[in-house]
Every structure is written in structure tokens, then in C-alpha cells.
């Protein structure tokens, strides 16, 4: 046998173990039930050079104006809560229930702002991480990414504070829209 043969032989035979694993089952698909130590390292790496490789050239943008983040905190009162805790809240039924489950992002984590701006506006596959960016523009985003830098520092008071502050003002801009009578008009 040619040293080609053998070659294909070997990646044949590969090819055939890997959809036999797959046709048995043996992979248990279940989230109460963890990965293997190997297949946690071999997801996280890929995970963590897929963002490394597609954050090199974010621009970061001044992340301090406070107005920027209070609008990223009633962002992440209204969407992110349940999956990531927040000052006063340490436990959540949804959180539990998930693997992998959300970090707590009231305790620092080991993301630059590129990178939860990556992370916030794309998702992560395969994991509970929606991609906020299919429904929010870039300012929101940084707005959350803006608030997200201050967060593991706020107490409870602090906290609601800062989502009250932009709620009122939200409120108030949709009091002064009298364009509900027609809505059902506009559909033609
Ligand atoms: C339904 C649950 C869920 C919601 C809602 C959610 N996330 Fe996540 N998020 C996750 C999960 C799960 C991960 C971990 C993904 C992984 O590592 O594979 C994650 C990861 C992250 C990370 C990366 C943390 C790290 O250390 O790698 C950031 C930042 C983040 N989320 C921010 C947000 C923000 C901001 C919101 C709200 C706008 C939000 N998430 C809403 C589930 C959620």
C-alpha cells in the first residue's frame, strides 16, 4: 500500500467513527449536563479567538458621558437582567436553567469594551447570548457597553438611579406623541 492509500484510509475511517458518535447519541445534548473538561476548553478557545480576531479594529468611542450611561442602563434594566444579575438581584430561575450560564456582570469580567460590543451586538452561537444589534443601532450599543464599565461598581441605590433617570425622560417623549388615534390607518 502506497503511503496515499493508507491516508485515505485513515480519513475515511475518521469520517465514518465521527458519524457513528453522531448516529449513536452518545453526545448528550442536554444543558443540565455539562461538557467534558476537553470540550469546554476546545469551545472556549474557539471562542475566545473568534473574538479576539474580529474586535482588533473597533474604534472605542469617550464612554463617560453620563447621559450615554443612563440610556445603556435602562437598556440593560429592560433586557438583560434576567440571563446577568444586577445590584440587588443574585439569583434568577432563567440563569439557572442555562448553559453555559450567563456570566454575573455585576462582578468584573475580563472583556475590553470592543469586545462586549462585539459580544452585546452580535451574540454568541450555540449559547442563550442573543445579537442585540439586530435591533438596536451602534449608539444604544455603546450606550450599554458605556454603562457595563460601571456597573460592578454600583450599589442597589445607585443602580435604579440610573435606569429612573432615562425612564422618566422616555416617558415624557412619548406624552408629548399624539400620533396614537390613526395607528390602524397606516397599515394600507
Ligand atoms: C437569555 C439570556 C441572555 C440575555 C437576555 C442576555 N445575555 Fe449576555 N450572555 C448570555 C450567555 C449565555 C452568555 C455566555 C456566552 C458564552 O460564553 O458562550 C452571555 C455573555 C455575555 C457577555 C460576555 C461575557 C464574557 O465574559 O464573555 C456580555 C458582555 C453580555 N452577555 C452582555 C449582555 C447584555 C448587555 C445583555 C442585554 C442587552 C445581555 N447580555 C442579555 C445570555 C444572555
Partial sequence: MTRLRIGILIAVAAIALAALAVYSGVVDVAADVPHSALVYALIEGVKDRSIAVRTKDIRV?????????????????AMCVDCHLAPGVKQSD??????PQPPNL???????????????????????MPAWGKTHDEQSLWGIVAFLQRLPDLAPEQ???????????????????HDHDGEGKHHE
Avoid at 455585576?106 to 442563550?128: C, Q, R
Fill in 106 to 128: 455585576t462582578e468584573k469580567i475580563n472583556l475590553g469594551p470592543a469586545e462586549m460590543f462585539w459580544v452585546v451586538k452580535h451574540g454568541v452561537k450555540m449559547s442563550a
Fill in 61 to 77: 468611542p469617550p464612554l463617560d458621558d453620563i447621559k450615554l450611561i443612563a440610556e445603556g442602563a435602562k437598556h440593560y434594566d
Fill in 94 to 99: 432563567l440563569r439557572d436553567g442555562l448553559y
Fill in 159 to 177: 443602580y435604579h438611579a440610573l435606569v429612573e433617570q432615562t425612564g422618566e425622560a422616555h416617558r415624557h417623549d412619548h406624552h408629548h406623541s
